[in-house]
């Protein structure tokens, strides 16, 4: 039996082409490799006692992994909105590009895209992440205080691009 998770809150439906593409494209590499786990499960199945059989064991849980990758993403492709046009690009909002100074001088740039599509590159951030919600409709040299565990940070944004 498995372990009970609280329910997560639910995330923005939002979600770029490329990003939308990148989840397409992995739904299909999933089915395909499940079809290769498949066939090794059944030739490990067919080695005899299962309960001391290792690759049998292994390939079960493989295998529920990825029926689980699968169903997450069969339900959760169909209710995300492809972001194609930024209207104003004066100010951030999702897709952005923002470049962020520090009150340390440190400066970082981070693009704002939808939680499906944050592990793509180390510099998107999630829309529904704090720092994401602070730079929302904020514009070039505007200040941004958040405050995050504990430790009190500033940010000055300093500039905003959108993709062609």
């Known amino acids: 039996?498995?372990?009970w998770r609280p329910k997560l809150p639910p995330s923005?439906?939002?979600i770029t082409a490329a990003g939308y593409a990148a989840l397409q494209e992995e739904d299909k590499a999933l089915w395909q490799k499940r079809a290769g786990v498949v066939k090794a499960l059944a030739?490990?199945?067919?080695?005899?006692?299962r309960s001391e059989n290792a690759e049998y064991i292994y390939r079960k849980k493989e295998l529920a992994g990825i029926d689980r990758r699968i169903r997450y993403l069969q339900r959760r492709l169909p209710t995300l909105?492809?972001?194609?046009?930024f209207a104003n690009r004066d100010a951030v909002f999702f897709g952005a590009w923002v470049t962020l100074e520090?009150?340390?001088?440190?400066?970082?740039e981070y693009r704002i895209v939808g939680p499906d599509e944050t592990d793509a590159a180390p510099e998107y951030i999630s829309m529904d992440s704090p720092l994401s919600?602070?730079?929302?409709?904020r514009r070039v040299d505007d200040e941004i205080k958040l405050d995050l565990n504990g430790n009190s940070v500033v940010y000055y944004v300093t500039g905003i691009r959108y993709p062609d």
Do not use: N
Not at 43 to 49: F, P, Q, R, S, V
Not at 102 to 108: E, I, L, N, P, Y
Not at 133 to 137: I, N, Q, T, V
């Open 133 to 137: 919600r602070a730079l929302l409709k």
């Open 81 to 85: 909105q492809i972001v194609r046009e």
């Open 1 to 3: 039996m498995g372990r």
């Open 43 to 49: 030739a490990a199945a067919a080695e005899g006692d």
């Open 102 to 108: 520090q009150d340390t001088g440190d400066v970082v």
């Open 12 to 14: 923005s439906p939002y």
